[in-house]
């Protein structure tokens, strides 16, 4: 269940996620967009673990 729960957080914040890097990238620059993009995956990716580690630790 927890990770269902997980998955859904991700998706939601992708799905907020990708339009704002869209449009505010011509304001911030390609550059930059693509600066802060790289850090998104491992960022989730971390968040992921520690939810799952937090879950197992749990039940």
């Given at each position: 269940?927890?990770?269902?729960?997980?998955?859904?957080?991700?998706?939601?914040a992708?799905?907020?996620?990708?339009?704002?890097?869209?449009?505010?990238q011509?304001?911030?620059g390609?550059?930059?967009?693509?600066?802060?993009?790289?850090?998104?995956?491992?960022?989730a990716?971390?968040?992921?673990?520690v939810?799952?580690?937090?879950?197992?630790?749990?039940?």
């Amino acid at each position: 269940m927890y990770i269902i729960v997980i998955l859904v957080c991700l998706v939601v914040a992708l799905a907020v996620l990708i339009p704002l890097l869209e449009k505010y990238q011509g304001k911030m620059g390609l550059d930059k967009a693509q600066k802060y993009g790289k850090y998104i995956i491992p960022l989730a990716m971390l968040g992921v673990v520690v939810n799952i580690i937090h879950s197992m630790s749990q039940g």
